[in-house]
């Protein structure tokens, strides 16, 4: 036997469905909609019934309807917003199409992973993802190019794009952004931001004289332990996470940071 | 296009002297961007705001366009290129959508308030609609008209397929003019209301008493331009656009 579900939020009428026929069929259900008229088993709810010509997107109505509202109420806020989301919805869209392409055109190198340390990440940013296995969820995706603009707005990214070309980054001193098309973690994902941007600020416009490029060039990132007090005060924040590594170096990590990554893997 | 070539000049400043260039942009601007009719201070500040959007106060000149577009008929069916220009300058030089974010705001608030606008004025609802309607045809986002005002464009076009609005002329002409510009865009985006909008349309064609001759005849082009999808045949062309009138 099948019927046809009308409503969205009514899903316990369901289990009344071998009890009630025809008429009767809502009758355990909410009996009033939101504004008090009574409900007959015809009629469909008023906020789909408003949304349902208005409605683009299937999965959420566009309007509701509350006791306190008068009538339906628009769920946009405001042009400004909801063009600016879809902006970042179509340009998500369309690195995902240019990244699938990329995959399925293998331009990624296969990293062969015979020297198995127990250390080497699993999810280096230079393997290449199977093509069915990228984070597609949009809500996530969108989460994410948010994080990476809030880092790309910056003066220190500005310089750091001009003064290094993609072809001559090196791995481990050059900061590379997030992919957020691989498989992380929300924890793995944030961490990877937060180190990303502490990269950046090594671009970061002198404030004072001694400029922060000669600190990057000096500073070696494969230290683990001992931090140097000259850069101790160019770099505030903490230091263990700044002399921490991104997970696509090959160098060693400390311990501690490399266990947290691990551990989110996993 | 023009716009283009006007752009390109901009970028390319260090080979021809500033000083060329702000000629340039000053003798085609006023026509391009038809901002004859802004007062002298007001011209500036928009030939700024094209050149150099972070110097100037971007939701000002958002609420200096708007202003102008409801009283000024020839401004609202053009002032789209200026706001597209505007916001690309901006992209491009500090990353940032302040000026598109508050004109959209602004133009929203507008549009809540437009039935109370059309009662007070017929000449300013039909800048609303035109300009609208100019917004959607050239502010794109990635290349795709902007999803948010779909609806509220279909809204205001139903609105003057009502029976009271294709009584006015002055309505009618808005409503085929803009069906003419981004009919076809719009029934892209949304077909189910472009075939219901056309319904109204055929119906107060053929019900409706009150129709003025002229009202008729442009009635009936609109449905010929779509049925022909979204272009007149020779015959109707000459048809329609053939006779001077007078």
């Known amino acids: 036997m099948s019927y046809t579900h009308k409503y969205r939020r009514d899903d316990d009428c369901k289990v009344d469905e071998n009890r009630n026929k025809g008429s009767l069929r809502w009758s355990h259900c909410r009996k009033r909609g939101a504004d008090g008229s009574v409900r007959g088993p015809q009629r469909e709810a008023e906020s789909t019934q408003s949304s349902s010509k208005r409605e683009h997107r299937p999965q959420r109505p566009e309007s509701f309807t509350t006791p306190e509202s008068e009538g339906p109420v628009s769920r946009i806020r405001n042009w400004g917003d909801e063009v600016e989301a879809d902006e970042m919805r179509t340009s998500v869209r369309r690195d995902m199409q240019r990244y699938r392409r990329r995959i399925l055109a293998g331009e990624f190198v296969q990293r062969e992973r015979k020297t198995s340390s127990g250390s080497s990440d699993s999810r280096d940013s230079r393997d290449s993802p199977a093509p069915g296995d990228i984070e597609t969820d949009e809500t996530v995706l969108m989460r994410r190019q948010k994080q990476i603009n809030y880092g790309k707005n910056t003066l220190a990214y500005d310089r750091y794009i001009k003064e290094v070309p993609k072809h001559l980054r090196k791995p481990g001193i050059h ?92 | 296009m023009l716009l283009g070539v006007g752009w390109e000049q901009i970028c390319t400043g260090i080979l021809v002297s500033k000083h060329c260039v702000l000629k340039r942009m000053e003798d085609s601007s006023k026509e391009e961007y038809r901002i004859q009719s802004f007062d002298m201070e007001t011209q500036k500040l928009l030939k700024t ?16 366009i708007v202003d102008q577009s409801l009283k000024d008929q020839v401004f609202s069916k053009e002032a789209g290129r200026i706001c597209f220009t505007i916001v690309q300058a901006e992209a491009k030089q500090s990353s940032s959508s302040v000026f598109r974010r508050n004109l959209l705001n602004r133009l929203q608030q507008e549009f809540k308030a437009r039935e109370d606008t059309r009662k007070k004025s017929t000449q300013e609802w039909v800048c609303l609609v035109s300009f609208i309607c100019n917004i959607f045809d050239y502010l794109k986002v990635n290349n795709m008209p902007m999803m948010a005002l779909v609806h509220p464009v279909y809204d205001c076009l139903f609105r003057l397929a009502q029976p009271d609005a294709l009584k006015n002329e002055e309505e009618v002409d808005c409503l085929v003019l803009q069906l003419h510009r981004i009919g076809e865009q719009l029934e892209k985006m949304n077909l189910q209301r472009m075939d219901e909008l056309f319904c109204l349309l055929r119906d107060g064609f053929l019900l409706q008493d009150g129709l003025s001759s002229l009202g008729r005849l442009l009635l009936l082009e609109i449905l010929e331009f779509r049925a022909g999808s979204w272009t007149l045949s020779e015959t109707a062309q000459k048809y329609y656009y053939s006779e001077v009138t007078d």
Not at chain 1, 237 to 251: G, H, N
Not at chain 2, 49 to 61: C, F, H, I, R, T
């Open chain 2, 49 to 64: 705001a094209l050149k150099d959007p972070g110097s100037v106060d971007l939701e000002k000149v958002s609420n200096v």
């Open chain 1, 175 to 266: 900061p590379r952004t997030p992919n957020k098309f691989k498989k992380y973690s929300r924890r793995s994902w944030d961490q990877q931001i937060k180190l990303w941007k502490v990269k950046l600020h090594a671009w970061d416009p002198p404030a004072e004289e001694g400029s922060d490029l000669q600190a990057v060039e000096d500073f070696d990132f494969d230290m683990e332990c001992s931090v140097d007090p000259e850069i101790e005060l160019q770099y505030p924040k903490s230091t263990s996470a700044s002399s921490s590594l991104p997970q696509d170096s090959c160098t060693g990590t400390p311990s501690k940071m490399m266990k947290l990554d691990e551990l989110e893997i996993a």
